[in-house]
């Protein structure tokens, strides 16, 4: 499984996303593709040391809590440590407060590892994320207390959004934080507060992996008239921590009034507790009273646009989540299909059932199966790694440079998060028919894979949300530029195609599809009107990622053209196969999704509730 995931992300890295020019920037002048490799190595060994051998184990031992205590298998402690240990929650951080100044690229390739061995082992994407935050929006005090040790393993964290009556609806938070009595702005942690309210769906909420738990949550504070601000307007940021430190980040032995409530048991990802929390209910008083502490992160009524730092950036890793899961499942049916003997294949004159059974692998619409799995999955593998490395470009690129990766990565978060969630998943269904009869039962992994990626369109903002963020948002934000400078970089594509005979077909049917995802936004917006433009955002979102997809298909059949111009190596001849597969198969399905948005189609909206 690894080796076919690693020379798939060295050919992606350094074949594709000429990784190894990124030390052309000062900040990653000390690497090399040595550097880079040393820390794939790393990562790899981690995994298949700590992760893969007990990825059944976490699913079937699901975290349990007894009303005191969480209680999860020691794998899971083992594989947390030996993740803390290797330097990669910091891997992307500064040298002066023990990172390495890996380029994002390398970091979310390196992690890709983790991600296909195990994905609910381990929580590390949610306390990276937190800490990121923290990075930008807090006080040089809550950097070092908060921040510093999450990096370290030594704290981790959680994002504390949802809520019992309000899952994706943030407007309607009602956890409310009042001023913590006199001098409450003068506490160095930051602006002391009291917090109330139920927090639902808290992944890693509870458990005792870590010395302390890392909360930020959203909660409104209330006007003079005791009431909460309605809409996003009053939403403010703190950081409500399981147990209490001082400002040397040391724990003062007072445990904060943050109460597990219970765990949610879901489908799949079992392996990371997933919590109910209750803030201040007065379970663990502080100074003898109840109200969890908080302290106040940026501005009060701006913490929306703080989470937004970690709401994107875990889009990019759910996207990446459901990747690596569609690859696993990808690669466990591979095997199953190489070995799995059944049936003759069709002569001119029929089948003939004294020759010996084929193997799977060798009838055509096996080979079907398996092709769209490696072009959903692979193909969502190298988008995740184009969308890291604008990350990089934003952070160290010239000013123009820096200002078309940010706007780029703007448009793509969606497609990101929400392709890869629809079409992996598709991806383990495919792994799950391949293995027959077998594929339904908990002797092979491919179900687990399933059930573990079926989350990945419901959390980080459900595949409506972030169908609605697209075609409401994104292609509109500033005059349409992020969708033209998106049209830019697929023509330049194209352009370079259409002189290679083997991809001129592709680039001019790409060409096709850029202009059907162009007319089509313009139609739905022909009336001005957002309730029919966004009737039918799902479909749009489909058509956009799947022309995405495409040209990314092409530029990395580009790429393996250079490196092996003869596919020679089965591994270019794969990636050629799942190209033209994605282009015959999957690209002519716009023309169905974009149907109904051109016509900004009511049948959806305008049914009545009594006709369902």
Known sequence: MTTSLRSTLDFLLYD???????????????????????????????AREKYAPFNRTVDMQEPHFDGERVTLPQATKDAYDAYAASGMLSAAQDYDIGGMQLPYTVDAAANAFFAVASISISSSLLSVGNANLLMVHGTPLQKQVFALNEFSGRFSGTMCLSEPQAGSS???????????????????????????????????????????????????????????????????????????????????GVRNDVALAGLNHKLGWRGTTNTLLNFGEGKYPVQGRAGAVGYLVGQP????????????????????????????????????????????????????????????????????????QKSYGEGALALNLFCARLVDEQHTGAAEAADEARLLLEVLTPIAKSWPSEFCLEANSLAIQIHGGYG?????????????????????????????????????????????????????????????????????????????????????????????????????????????????????????????????????????????????????????????????????????????
């Open 16 to 46: 594709w996303l000429q990784a190894e020019s990124l030390n052309t920037c000062e900040r990653f002048a000390d690497h090399s593709r040595e550097t880079f490799d040393a820390v794939l190595d790393t990562c790899e060994r981690i």
């Open 170 to 252: 943030l407007s309607d938070v009602a956890t409310r934080a009042v001023p913590d009595g006199e001098g409450f702005e003068a506490d160095p942690l930051g602006a002391r507060y009291r917090l109330t309210g139920h927090k639902m769906w808290i992944s890693s909420g509870e458990h005792e992996l870590s010395e302390n738990i890392v909360h930020l949550v959203l909660a409104k504070i209330p006007g003079p008239d005791g009431k909460l601000v309605p809409g996003t307007r009053g939403i403010s940021l703190f950081i409500v921590p399981k147990k209490l430190v001082d400002t040397a980040g040391q724990l003062t």
């Open 301 to 372: 009524g701006k913490g929306l646009a703080c989470m937004f730092h970690m709401m994107n950036e875990a889009r990019i890793g759910i996207g990446m989540a459901a990747t690596m899961l569609g690859l696993a499942g990808y690669y466990a049916s591979l095997d199953y299909a190489k070995s799995r003997p059944q049936g003759r294949l069709m002569g001119a004159s029929g089948k003939d059932a004294a020759q010996p059974q084929v193997r799977i692998i060798e009838h055509a619409d096996v080979k079907r199966m398996l092709l769209a």
């Open 440 to 612: 339904y039962t908990r002797d092979f992994p491919v179900e687990q894979y399933w059930r573990d990626n079926r989350l990945n369109m419901i959390h980080e903002g459900t595949h409506g949300i972030q169908a609605a963020d697209l075609l409401g948002r994104k292609v509109l934000m500033e005059n349409g530029r992020g969708l033209q400078v998106l049209a830019a970089r697929m023509q330049a594509t194209m352009a370079q195609a259409v002189a290679v005979p083997a991809l001129a077909p592709y680039a001019a049917q790409l060409g096709d599809a850029l202009q059907q995802v162009a007319a089509a936004t313009q139609a739905a917006w022909a009336t001005g009107n957002p309730a029919e433009a966004l009737a039918n955002a799902v479909p749009y979102m489909q058509a956009f990622g799947h022309t995405v997809l495409a040209w990314t298909w092409l530029d990395v059949a580009m790429a393996t053209l250079r490196a092996d111009a003869a596919l020679s190596v089965a591994s270019s001849a794969g990636r050629m196969g799942a190209a033209r597969y994605f282009y015959h198969y999957e690209l002519p399905k716009i023309g169905a999704w974009l149907n109904v948005v051109n016509r900004r189609d009511a049948t959806c909206a305008a049914l009545s509730e009594e006709a369902f």
